[in-house]
């Protein structure tokens, strides 16, 4: 079975996201109808990407101080940080070459 996404947290999130790689996060809920539609596309994105980027969830009801911290309000959204920092947007289901070209164009 391919990498899965990376269970993010307020507590591991600064370590998480000071990789030397892209990072990628969806900030999720699990009664968000539209992020059960992107939850697949990110844990695809996982295996894909291995060793390339690092892919990962935040649940925004168990981590509200990261979703506070990047004023997240309506989810999905999904974040592309490189070197720590937010360098990418998207809020809502994106069909998964849209996250594609997005992870594509910071490891550029």
């Known amino acids: 079975m391919a990498n899965k996404a990376i269970e993010i947290t307020d507590a591991n999130f600064d370590e998480i996201i000071n990789s030397d790689k892209p990072v990628l996060v969806d900030f999720w809920a699990e009664w968000c109808g539209p992020c059960r539609m992107v939850g697949p596309i990110v844990e695809e994105l996982a295996g894909e990407y291995e060793g390339k980027a690092v892919i990962g969830k935040v649940d925004v009801d168990a ?46």
Do not use: C, H, W, Y
């Open 63 to 108: 981590n509200p101080q990261t979703s506070a911290k990047f004023g997240i309000r309506s989810i999905p959204t999904l974040l592309v940080f490189k070197g720590g920092q937010v360098v990418d947007k998207q809020v809502g289901a994106v069909p998964k070459n849209v996250l594609s070209q997005k992870l594509e164009a910071q490891m550029a």
